[in-house]
Nanobody
Framework: QVQMVESGGGLAQAGGSLRLSCQAS????????MAWFRQTPGKEREFVAA??????????ADSVQGRFTISRGSDGTKITVPLQMNRLKSEDTAVYYC??????????????WGQGTQVTVSS
């Protein structure tokens, strides 16, 4: 059974940092690209960052480039995908979702999704 669980969301001050984490298990996610998306009420879910199956390639949305860092690790049974978020802005406030699929920035490329974790940045 596929499980994708996000953690690490919460409240942060503008200019501060948060670290999200995603744990994916239940299939061979080592062959999958992994990504983070985010969504605010009334808006489409938007791409934040992605990391290739090897971990050697990353993509970032322009709005987070230079502030957020995505990576990936594995303990053999689970894939872990941290998202380090620095210099947070109020516009980073959203529900953040972890996704697994084909590496890229298009939401349609991702087949598996977590339930999301809320990030709120106060100014």
């Amino acid at each position: 059974q596929v499980q994708m669980v996000e953690s690490g969301g919460g409240l942060a001050q503008a200019g501060g940092s948060l670290r999200l984490s995603c744990q994916a298990s239940g299939r061979t996610f080592s062959n999958y690209g992994m990504a983070w998306f985010r969504q605010t009420p009334g808006k489409e879910r938007e791409f934040v960052a992605a990391v290739s199956w090897s971990g050697n390639d990353t993509l970032y949305a322009d709005s987070v480039q230079g502030r957020f860092t995505i990576s990936r690790g594995s303990d053999g049974t689970k894939i872990t995908v941290p998202l380090q978020m620095n210099r947070l802005k109020s516009e980073d406030t959203a529900v953040y979702y972890c996704a697994a699929g084909v590496y890229g920035s298009d939401r349609a490329q991702y087949k598996y999704w977590g339930q999301g974790t809320q990030v709120t940045v106060s100014s």
